[in-house]
Every structure is written in C-alpha cells, then in structure tokens.
C-alpha cells in the first residue's frame, strides 16, 4: 500500500511554512525559499482535513513562535543517509537558545576534520525549526549558510533569545 504525502501550508513570523506528512509522521518543514526543497510535497490539505501530526505540528509551531514552547513533541521520519541522520540527531540534542559550531558537531560524531560534511547535513535537514538546524554557528559564532535563508536563521536565534534571556553568542 502506497503511503499518501499530503502537507498544510501555516503562516509563521518567518513567512509561509510547508508542513509535509506521510500520514503518521512529520516528514519536511519548509520554507518558501529553501535551498533544497523537496521533490513532492503531496497534496495540500485544510487544516480540517490534515491528519493529526500536521495539526499538532501546526500548534506547536505556533507556540514556539509565540515563546511558550522550547522542544518539540512530533513523530518524525526524516529520509537521508545514515551521515546526515547521525547529524540531525545531535541536532536535536541542541539546547533551546543555545549554539553549537559545525566543528563541534563533528568531535562529537568522532569524526573532527568533518565540519565541512557536518555542514553540508545540517543544510539538508528536511525538518527545519522542529529539528533546529538553525542552532548551529561558524567557529566563531557568525551566523552562517542556512537553507532558509541567513536572515531567518538569526530571526530564529533572536526569537530563542529573548525568550531565553540570555544572549547565544
């Protein structure tokens, strides 16, 4: 049986968010402007009609956008190779309003001369603000490439800090 890929489209304070489902699971967050978008999205749906992972992951959105959610709580199926999941998966890992370096996600996979590799995952990741891609920095803290855009990624940053209080850099 042939899984359908459906997606709701949600308004966010960093524009238009496409939110993909296999049905049971999140499968992509996007933005208007990805570097990678995905292939297929499916069909759009309403809000009505949406399964339910397309509606909590709508709401728990919305309430990270309006700064009283910090993790979320979805289930995920994100495709990709086994480097870039072992990636995603520390990306997870990331504290809210804190950063890692490329860098250090590499030590981390034990794998140190691969920040480069580290980056190039990161910018793949088809889950974006849910898995927060966004939280990753250059070696000296400059913002840096992300697939939705610089100008999001440190809207993302500004909005977990001043939720936090606590300045990332």
């Known amino acids: 049986m042939t899984i359908a890929t459906l997606h709701l489209v949600v308004d966010s304070p960093v524009g238009p968010l496409t939110l993909v489902s296999d049905g049971t699971h999140l499968t992509g967050v996007w933005f208007a402007e990805s570097k990678h978008p995905p292939v297929d999205t499916g069909r759009e749906v309403d809000r009505d009609e949406a399964p ?89 803290g400059a913002i840096t490439g992300y697939g939705g855009g610089v100008e999001r990624k440190q809207a993302l940053l500004d909005l977990e800090r001043g939720v936090a209080g606590d300045a990332l850099f």
């Open 52 to 140: 339910q992972v397309l509606r909590d992951a709508a709401d728990q959105l919305a309430e990270y956008f309006a700064g009283s959610r910090t993790a979320f709580d979805l289930p995920l199926a994100a495709g990709g190779t086994d480097f870039q999941r072992r990636v995603w998966a520390l990306l997870e890992r990331i504290p809210y309003a804190e950063t890692r370096s490329y860098g250090e996600l590499a030590a981390e996979l034990g794998q140190p001369g691969a920040s480069r590799a580290v980056g190039l995952a990161n910018g793949r990741n088809p889950v974006s603000i849910v898995v927060p891609c966004h939280r990753v920095v250059g070696a000296s």
